[in-house]
Nanobody
Framework: QVQLVESGGGSVQAGGSLRLSCAASGRTFSSYAMSWFRQAPGKEREFVATISSSSMLIYYTDSVKGRFTISRDNAKNTVFLQMNSLKPEDTADYYC????????????????WGQGTQVTVSS
């Protein structure tokens, strides 16, 4: 069992930055692949980025490549999403999710979820 709690959301102007954190409790965080998803109002939940348990494998959706960076600190049971050059279309609720194996960008293949943190980017 893994419990996930996101933080770091807020309101910024376009071009600004935010750093999201996802703190995990429960055993064996370091064995899980971690991902970030987002869901804008009226839209489906979409994949943002994923990182393998060892941080060796990372993948981003095209719309955030070069602007967002996912990372993790297994000693602190935390995964991060550094978001730079934010755009209004990045506005959404952001969720972290855990899965036993790396490689999925499909939200319903993830068993563990946080409650979400809201990001609002104004133009």
């Amino acid at each position: 069992q893994v419990q996930l709690v996101e933080s770091g959301g807020g309101s910024v102007q376009a071009g600004g930055s935010l750093r999201l954190s996802c703190a995990a409790s429960g055993r064996t965080f370091s064995s899980y692949a971690m991902s970030w998803f987002r869901q804008a109002p009226g839209k489906e939940r979409e994949f943002v980025a994923t990182i393998s348990s060892s941080s060796m494998l990372i993948y981003y959706t095209d719309s955030v490549k070069g602007r967002f960076t996912i990372s993790r600190d297994n000693a602190k049971n935390t995964v991060f999403l550094q978001m730079n050059s934010l755009k209004p279309e990045d506005t959404a609720d952001y969720y972290c999710a855990a899965r036993s194996t790396y490689g999925s960008m499909i939200w319903n293949e993830y068993k563990y979820w946080g409650q979400g943190t809201q990001v609002t980017v104004s133009s």
